[in-house]
Each structure stands twice: as C-alpha cells, then as structure tokens.
C-alpha cells in the first residue's frame, strides 16, 4: 500500500486576492466596521462568488454557503457554539468546514483620531496547521462523520490594532485588535478521512503520551492534549491507560 500524502487544494491566488477586494468594498465605513470581518467574507467570496449563494436559510440556521456541493461554513472564531449547527447541517448534506489559519501577520496600528497607521510590522507569531486543535477539540465527535471534509486554509494577513491608553492592569498592552486583512492565500490542507489527519503525526512517532506529542511537534503546553483527544475522536488514534497516563497508539493509514 503506498504511504498516505498530503492532499492540497490548487490555490487561485488572483480568484483570493479578488475575493479580498470584494470583501473590504463591502465596508462602508472603513476597516472593521462591518459585523462581518473582512476575513470571514472574503472566504465566502473565495470559495462561493456568488452572493445569492451566501447566507442560506437551513432547518433552523444559516449556511455561509449552499450551493451545489452542499454546505460550507467558515469558521474563524470559537468552535464552542457550532456543534449543534453542524450535527443538522451533516445530517443532510455533505458540509465543508474552512478554518483558516494566519500563517503570518504584520501589525499595523491606527490612531483613532486621526486615522493615521505605523509602517508595517512583522509579528515574530508564526501559525500551523497543528493551531486549529485548539477549537476543533469542542467539535471532536463530528471528525469521525463520513460527510465532513475539513479544510485548513494558510494565510498571511495584516492585523490591524487600535492605540488607547492602557488600563491598570498587568497584562493590558493598550491596544485592541481590530480586523484581520487577509494578503495571501499561501496554502490550503484538506481532511477527508483519518489517513489525512495521521499525516501530522511525526514519522515513526507511535505509542506516545500527550506530553511526547507535545515534545515531538514543539507543541504549547495543553495543545497536544486537544490534538490527541481530537485524532481519538476521528478514528485516528486509539488509547490505553497505563499508570496514571495515556498511551495513544496510530489506528492504521
């Protein structure tokens, strides 16, 4: 059998950064005005141009997207509400989850008075693909579900922030994030079945501990622990106590 590999989608650069135009033409009063961010809708624009297809009434809720392959949602916040969601979506039509990840980012403040912006700033904060566990952990019991494909855009963006003065607080820097302007569509990861996902295993690594996973792909503490239980979830992995730990084992490619 020959060894699984990474499936990508063929990136339109022009059909994105043509999306992005559309979205911020939509802002009527400059960046982050709109309810909707600006990375959010130019998603929309990206995988669906066709506006009548964007937000469609369905068996309770609205779809980003509902056209002829099914369902698309794009989810660039917390996963923590859209459960319920995505069970009555999956029941009925093939759902396509995007949760794009900001590969890299430039900040850029404003002042809110006068409008003026700092030159560009590169952020030493580099995202994976790894990052998406962190919310895909509330949604684990769907991963399994033969009708969800999973796919996990790269991006590199420009990350606006307000200036304000600093409350007393230790951890207050006195600035808000602000809106997210997506500059690159750099790649894009697709999950299909549990093969996809073992493929973020390190090669050889089998038999491991949380804090082994952790250790292998220089991962945060806590993070290895939602990826781990995720991959369990989809099939991917299964696992055994031993002592006071557990030892999660690869299920097969």
């Given at each position: 059998m020959s060894p699984a590999v990474?499936?990508?989608?063929?990136v339109?650069?022009?059909?994105?950064?043509?999306?992005?135009?559309?979205?911020?033409?939509?802002?009527?009063?400059?960046?982050?005005?709109?309810?909707?961010?600006?990375?959010?809708?130019?998603?929309k624009y990206y995988y669906e141009p066709d506006e009548t297809k964007h937000e469609a009434p369905l068996s309770g809720f609205f779809a980003d997207i509902l056209n002829a392959d099914g369902v698309t949602e794009i989810q660039t916040g917390s996963f923590f509400h859209i459960d319920r969601?995505?069970?009555?979506?999956?029941?009925e039509y093939p759902v396509t989850l995007v949760c794009p990840v900001i590969r890299r980012r430039r900040i850029i403040y404003?002042?809110?008075?006068?409008?003026?912006?700092?030159?560009?700033?590169?952020?030493p904060k580099k995202g994976r693909t790894e990052d998406v566990f962190r919310e895909l952990v509330h949604i684990r019991k769907r991963l399994a579900d033969?009708?969800?494909?999973?796919?996990?855009?790269?991006?590199?963006?420009?990350?606006?922030?307000?200036?304000?003065?600093?409350?007393r607080?230790?951890?207050?820097?006195?600035?808000?994030?602000?809106?997210?302007?997506?500059?690159?569509?750099?790649?894009?990861?697709?999950?299909?079945?549990?093969?996809?996902?073992?493929l973020l295993l390190p090669e050889g690594l089998d038999g491991f501990t949380v804090k082994e996973l952790e250790s292998a792909l220089g991962l945060p503490k806590g993070q290895g622990g939602a990826m781990a239980r995720s991959l369990l979830s989809s099939g991917a992995l299964t696992r055994e106590k031993r002592g006071s730990s557990f030892v999660y084992y690869r299920t097969g490619e």
């Open positions: 990474w499936y990508y989608l063929t339109d650069s022009e059909a994105f950064l043509k999306a992005v135009e559309r979205a911020k033409a939509r802002e009527s009063g400059g960046i982050g005005t709109l309810a909707e961010k600006t990375l959010h809708s130019a998603l969601k995505l069970g009555v979506f999956l029941e404003l002042d809110p008075e006068t409008g003026e912006m700092t030159a560009p700033r590169l952020s033969k009708n969800l494909l999973f796919v996990v855009p790269l991006i590199d963006a420009d990350e606006y922030r307000v200036k304000r003065e600093p409350k607080r230790f951890h207050d820097k006195g600035y808000d994030k602000y809106e997210l302007v997506p500059t690159e569509l750099y790649e894009e990861r697709v999950f299909a079945e549990k093969a996809d996902w073992l």
